[in-house]
């Protein structure tokens, strides 16, 4: 088991592309948690002070909003605020708006996505495991 007090970890500066910011000057901050042996998950808490950028997500990322609030637009234009004790997930391979009005603080879970072949051979055996239920 690996536990920590989110407010403990060693934050590092995690800085937002300088092509992707459309407004202000974000200072982004992360610290990392713990990644599994195959190294295709990770756990990281994030914080952002006030701006509005881009960001591209380049595994499965879901989050947990632990202080502060963000304004999230997707690809589509939906529209959500996300504030303290909501929960979001954002498909690898996508962008979406980032609008901070003061400060942001999020837990975030991480996993690398099979390649396709791989998903869908997973999906095939779930599948015929009976119909793949999802359970905690």
Known sequence: ?????????????????PDWIIRGTPLARVGEHSTSGDEASSTAVWD???????????????????????????????QRLLRAGDIAYFRAGTWSTWRIETYVRKVAFLRKPFPGPLASLYRLRNAMRGGGQKTL
């Open 48 to 78: 952002c002070t006030a701006g509005e950028f881009r960001w591209y997500f380049g595994w499965d990322e879901t989050v947990v909003i632990q202080d502060g609030e963000v304004n999230v637009t997707d690809a589509d234009g939906n």
């Open 1 to 17: 088991m690996i536990a920590a007090n989110g407010n403990n970890l060693a934050f590092r500066a995690a800085p937002i592309n």
